[in-house]
């Protein structure tokens, strides 16, 4: 099901979803284009937002559960999920989630991740102009999205393009039918040339292949030494999902699960320190877990070419050509 919906219904639209979903959707914050719980604040669709939405999927600090002591006897008590709505999500964070899904699906399944991914509806936006730093075209990841989502958007000059696929979406767009025009073929052509557009438009080229290749060849103690290990690359990363468990509070307190990264020296600490004893070792095997590992166990790649780890790092304008500065 296809539908048009003029630009200054959007908000409508969302407002009359928010009796059913939490909305979450981009905003500008300072400047900075950020996913946010939206109660009605001016969309901000331009950009790709720097913290991806799987922040609301696998959230940076967690409450797994509660437990209360009680004569000797422990008791649990869980967070509960709620229906979230997404809203913006591009092409590359939507094949991002679906790395997501194939890692917490894995034996054994992750509740907290399945549980929060059951009640989120995705509403995903194409990419019309790819920023500078994204490669999603090389690996096949945008700027289009096919598949995933409950509605697609697209952004023409009229209004948005809906595109509806799943029953959810559908009814949505009955349930909702007096905000929406009907879409014309000259929206859908308008749809294709602006996607043959951004398909085409100069970005970096970094195929699979390009990168397996410099990854082999690269001088990892070089890259490493001009590496803050700050972290920042992995935590900006959509598919990143390492994390660390913490107890806090005794007899009575809360589990914890809070982001944990490979490239911190701490990681995965044991008696005898960081099997991984170098920066440029961590690294190595960052670039290995996404091109070899991750598809090893998913079948998909583990980097969507979104280009934030580019974006925020410190050590070097761009971190796939994995080369050494001088
Ligand atoms: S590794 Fe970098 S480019 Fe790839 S998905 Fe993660 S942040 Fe995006
Ligand atoms: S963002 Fe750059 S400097 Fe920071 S850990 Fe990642 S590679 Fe190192």
Redesign the pocket.
């Known amino acids: 099901m296809i539908a048009l919906l003029p630009k200054s219904r959007l908000e409508s639209l969302l407002t009359r979803l928010s009796d059913r979903f939490e909305i979450i959707a981009p905003v500008s914050i300072e400047g900075e284009t950020c996913f946010v719980s939206w109660s009605g604040q001016p969309l901000a669709l331009t950009e790709n937002p720097l913290i991806p939405p799987t922040e609301f999927l696998l959230p940076n600090r967690e409450v797994l559960f509660k437990y209360i002591q009680e004569s000797g006897r422990y008791t649990f008590e869980q967070p509960t999920a709620k229906p979230r709505l997404i809203f913006g999500v591009r092409p590359c964070d939507l094949r991002a989630i679906f790395v997501l899904d194939r890692i917490f699906r894995a034996d054994p399944p992750d509740h907290q991740y399945l549980e929060r991914r059951k009640l989120a509806f995705l509403v995903a936006l194409n990419c019309l102009q790819p920023a500078e730093q994204c490669f999603c075209s090389s690996l096949d990841s945008g700027p289009e999205a096919s598949e995933g989502f409950g509605l697609l958007f697209t952004e023409l000059e009229d209004g948005f393009l809906v595109e509806a696929v799943s029953p959810e979406g559908i009814s949505i767009l009955k349930d909702n039918s007096d905000l929406f025009l009907k879409a014309e073929d000259e929206h859908e052509a308008e749809k294709r040339k602006l996607m043959k557009t951004a398909r085409e438009m100069k970005r970096p080229e970094r195929t699979q292949e390009r990168i397996k290749e410099a990854i082999k060849n690269a001088d990892w103690e070089a890259l490493g030494r001009h590496?803050?290990?700050?972290?920042?690359?992995?935590f900006v990363c959509p598919v990143c999902h390492c994390f660390n468990i913490q107890d806090l509070g005794v007899p009575d307190g809360e589990r914890l699960r809070c982001r944990d990264t490979c490239?911190l020296s701490g990681f995965t600490r044991m008696a005898g320190g960081n099997p991984r004893r170098t920066q440029g070792e961590r690294?190595h095997n960052w670039y290995m877990d996404k091109f070899f590992f991750i598809p090893e166990n998913t079948g998909l790649l583990g980097c969507v070419g979104c280009g934030r780890?580019s974006k925020?790092?410190?050590?070097g304008k761009d971190?796939w050509t994995l080369e050494a500065r001088k």
Not at 227 to 234: A, D, M, R, V
Not at 312 to 315: D, E, L
Request: proline share 0%; net charge positive; charged share 5%.
């Open positions: 590496c803050l290990s700050c972290g920042g690359c992995t490239l690294m780890c925020v790092c410190f050590a971190r």
